[in-house]
């Protein structure tokens, strides 16, 4: 940490060549090999698919303001959640903060010129898209209704509606998500610059290497399970369906060995995203750095170890059952430790409230309570009366909303500046922020109280005593979707209206803050050699925009 | 309009107190802790706020004893949430040895009720306060849950085996039944009430619907119409083992494993034979798979257990005065329901309550759950 020896380009008065205007037309974005590109590729592609599922939480949410089932017939009531889930899971979290923040940043954080495999990458946007297709074939023909869980063998035997097409459509996406994972895995080992050491490293390289294993190892699990489903419902041989001869077991296990896992693929890139930012907004180097590094592939390990806590219920021995309960209370360690490190950080720090800053803010508070409800599914005895009720429904949408969501809005707040090299509006951001926080929390706070009354989960209607609380939960359904319609008006017209960002205009510590905004195509003109330590800050390297 | 607005759950039942319990320690501890947490988080978000003074961070060392410290620290309640959830747990998955048995089958979307002394209803299960009740539940198609909340009891209730969970009810009262895991179209109308009621009237309840004849003594005559009584008797070199007493007692199986013969094993042994075969047998059984239906399966495993009981556990094996055994639902009504790709038309065999609400609950479920398995897409 003696000299910093770093080549920034020279700041030309002219519009700098960037990956943006070095070619311009539709065919030089779709066959484009430049992380960057695809990258943005993938964030239409997310927005449009959080809409869609939005849209279809917006008409559950509104069905559930009066305990009849009058609005929808029961049928669609469940495709409705049926396709929420789906979209939601599979073609917006998953790809959400890797294939779009992760595919614009991560190479960049390396010093690298592009991901170790760029014709690899832009596959995997094509398979995403190939099965966003036949998800919105399935919309189009009258969608599907199994629950996203597709248990069997309802999903096998009885179901009458586009299990196959739906199923077809997840597994094709789930091979880009492996992709992803494979090339981020091999960028991270081979592409680093020279200097930066694997504890060099910034915490969101650490978080997305943790997330790709998962991806690597649990997908082609659930791409196993699934196409067995597609193989007992369309030829009849019996696997999960006990009048054919299957084991409906069979099909938790095998789905939930992928599925528990999945929900770090989902929150380990946040809390990656959470670290980055709370390092740049308090100017601090993370506390317990190594702590938080490791705690990212513990969890991933652990995570493999707890899936049958979703089968308390189900018919599990009461020993196999204590077995999974107590790994399940030791995953939430090492989350706690990044809790308590982010939290360390903020200590003698020098914080300010930029829009990032709030959402990782809030991220730490919805994540807190999201975990904590964890640990009450994790307590068997308990788990009994909260399984399958709204008690599970808040917790994981505290986990996956409160969590993943804030913490891809935190990270596109962060590196919006630098993906499109203009300052979107930081009041109506901050208003967002506010607004996302305040909605979230009177969407799905009631949840936990509609829960523990008793209320299950995927009804249709249901019994008076529990109205106030949805009428509660709808009302803050409309805050929250207002929270997130803002972002859509301001991203836009920032990119006409918004003042420039310079290369660094959080003075935040990261290669990618020391490239020209928007990046050239190459990320660097000279290869950038790394000597100092990772959120090391220095108030040379910011545009004083702060 | 809404005229009540609760909180929290009703808590009637002798495990409901314990569950609350653990509830609200969870409740205790991870508030403190999350409280803690958001506490400091804003004390330093105000403290360390940047300002002109503050442009750069102050630099400190940091402690290790601080990071182990808050990685060991958590182990020790979670530790105490984990044996104490483990402890409850236990007790909800052990049945008491004298509760009183009541078979449960669940169904796109009704749930029935098959009493030991031969009263069935739908949608409706009234039971005695303050003693223990077995509920044994099995599909006829998917995966089903039963679940009151009043007593904080919920098992799923699968396709291919028993389930089973308990509950002592400790309050008089009406309360939710709920089906809790996802079913289909009317999963959330595959719902009913619990009545629990005292002894008294609960007597005068069992003695005043129409009654089907007891499983036992109808499963008798199926033993003899499946001729399982040719081989399963007590004679010496019969071809399989005697039944008399054998329920609920370890038997050796070859190649040396013991199991007990408990509901599921009996099950099993029935529709699928040669699954486990008693040392000393030959694996000569036939499946009795898409011939017994559920029904019957509960009837045939009532009649064994009733054989060599002690007098009076678990609802002996007497003959039925009315009714006819022939006449009794799903005997004969509802065949090869379990593997049949077409299942019956729902038959409501209600037993209608003192209240009358039974046959009202009885004429709701949908008859179309047979079908969405037939209407199938190839």
């Known amino acids: 940490m003696t000299t910093t020896v770093i080549d920034v380009p020279e700041i030309p008065v002219v519009e700098k060549p960037n990956y943006l205007n070095q070619e311009y037309g539709a065919v030089s974005w779709l066959l484009t090999q430049d992380h960057k590109r695809i990258g943005i590729l993938y964030l239409l592609s997310v927005t449009g698919m959080f809409l869609l599922g939005g849209f279809f939480a917006v008409l559950m949410r509104l069905e559930l303001v009066t305990p009849a089932g009058d609005l929808f017939s029961s049928d669609t009531y469940n495709k409705l959640f049926t396709l929420h889930g789906l979209v939601m899971i599979f073609f917006f979290l998953i790809p959400s903060i890797p294939a779009v923040l992760g595919n614009f940043i991560l190479p960049i954080m390396l010093g690298a010129r592009d991901l170790a495999f760029p014709k690899l990458n832009l596959l995997s946007w094509y398979l995403y898209m190939i099965g966003t297709a036949f998800s919105l074939l399935v919309v189009l023909l009258g969608g599907v209704d199994t629950g996203w869980t597709f248990y069997t063998p309802f999903s096998t035997s009885f179901s009458n509606t586009h299990v196959v097409l739906m199923i077809i459509g997840a597994f094709v996406a789930g091979f880009s998500s492996i992709l992803t994972g494979f090339n981020f895995i091999v960028t991270i080992h081979r592409m680093r610059a020279p200097g930066l050491t694997w504890f060099r490293l910034p915490l969101f390289v650490w978080a997305m290497y943790a997330t790709s294993i998962i991806m690597l190892l649990g997908t082609p699990v659930i791409a196993i399970t699934l196409s067995l489903v597609a193989i007992e419902r369309l030829l009849h041989v019996g696997i999960f369906d006990p009048a054919i001869g299957g084991d409906p077991l069979l099909f938790q296990h095998l789905f939930w060995f992928y599925s528990h896992p999945a929900v770090y693929i989902m929150i380990l890139p946040a809390m990656g995203v959470t670290s980055e930012v709370i390092a740049a907004f308090t100017r601090r180097r993370i506390f317990g750095y190594k702590f938080v590094a490791f705690s990212s592939l513990a969890i991933a390990f652990l995570g493999f170890l707890v899936w049958a806590h979703h089968m308390f219920v189900a018919g599990i021995s009461v020993y196999s059952a204590m077995i999974f309960s107590l790994l399940s209370f030791l995953v939430a360690i090492p989350s706690a430790v990044k809790v308590f490190n982010w939290t360390g950080t903020l200590y003698k720090g020098s914080i300010s409230y930029q829009t990032p800053m709030l959402f990782a803010l809030g991220f730490i508070g919805l994540f807190l309570i999201g975990g904590m409800t964890g640990l009450f599914l994790a307590t068997m005895g308990l788990d009994i009366h909260v399984h399958d009720t709204y008690f599970i429904v808040a917790h994981f949408h505290y986990i996956m909303v409160g969590g993943s969501v804030m913490g891809y809005f935190a990270g596109i707040h962060y590196w919006w500046p630098k993906i499109t090299g203009r300052m979107y509006a930081e009041w109506w951001a901050r208003a967002s922020a506010v607004l996302i926080f305040a909605g979230f929390n009177l969407t799905f706070f009631p949840q936990f109280i509609l829960g523990y009354l008793g209320m299950p989960r995927r009804y249709h209607a249901y019994s008076p005593e529990f109205q106030i609380l949805n009428v509660m939960s709808s009302a803050g359904a409309s805050i929250l979707a207002l929270g997130y319609a803002l972002p859509m008006f301001y991203f836009a017209w920032s990119l006409k209206f918004g003042k420039e960002a310079g290369n660094n205009p959080w003075g935040a510590a990261g290669l990618e803050w020391q490239t020209s905004s928007p990046p050239p195509t190459e990320n660097f003109h000279t290869t950038p050699v790394v000597t100092w330590e990772a959120y090391e800050y220095r108030p040379e390297w910011s545009d004083g925009n702060v | ?378």
């Open chain 2, 1 to 378: 309009m809404i005229d009540d607005f609760p909180l929290f759950p009703e808590s009637a039942s002798t495990v409901s107190g314990s569950v609350d319990a653990l509830y609200f320690f969870l409740i205790a501890v991870c508030g403190a802790v999350s409280l803690a947490v958001v506490v400091l988080i804003i004390f330093f978000a105000i403290k360390y706020r940047r300002t002109a003074s503050n442009q750069i961070p102050e630099h400190y060392e940091e402690h290790k004893a601080l990071e182990i410290g808050w990685i060991i620290a958590p182990l020790f309640p979670m530790m105490i949430m984990f044996l104490w959830g483990a402890k409850v747990y236990f007790t909800i998955a052990r049945p008491p040895d004298n509760a009183l048995e009541v078979y449960a089958t669940g169904r796109q979307w009704m749930w029935k009720f098959q009493h030991v002394g031969g009263q069935s209803e739908i949608n409706e299960l009234h039971v005695p306060v303050n003693r223990a009740v077995k509920v044994i539940a099995a599909s006829e198609d998917v995966i089903h849950d039963f679940y009151v909340p009043a007593f904080r009891v919920k098992t799923d209730v699968l396709p291919n085996r028993y389930s089973t969970t308990w509950f002592q009810a400790t309050k008089i009262g009406r309360y939710h039944l709920f089906c809790a895991e996802y079913c289909g179209t009317q999963h959330s109308g595959m719902i009913g009430w619990v009545t629990v009621m005292e002894p008294a009237a609960y007597q005068q309840w069992l003695a005043g619907g129409v009654n089907e004849g007891s499983p036992a003594a109808i499963g008798k005559s199926l033993f003899e119409k499946y001729a399982c009584n040719t081989c399963h008797n007590a004679q010496s070199g019969a071809r399989g083992p005697a039944l008399d007493g054998a329920f609920g007692k370890p038997v050796s199986l070859r190649g040396g494993a013991v199991v007990r013969r408990d509901e599921n094993y009996l099950r099993e042994s029935i529709l699928n034979p040669q699954a486990k075969i008693v040392e000393g047998y030959e694996p000569i059984m036939p499946t009795f798979k898409g011939q017994v239906n559920e029904a019957e399966l509960i009837q045939l495993i009532s009649y064994i257990k009733s054989l060599g009981a002690p007098v009076g556990a678990g609802g002996p094996a007497t003959p039925d005065k009315g009714s006819g055994v022939s006449a009794a639902p799903g005997a004969s009504a509802q065949p090869g329901s379990a593997a049949s790709p077409s299942l019956p038309a729902v038959q409501p065999g209600v037993a209608p309550g003192p209240d009358g609400r039974g046959a009202a609950a009885g004429a709701e479920p949908s008859a179309s759950g047979s079908a969405v398995r037939e209407a199938k897409q190839p």
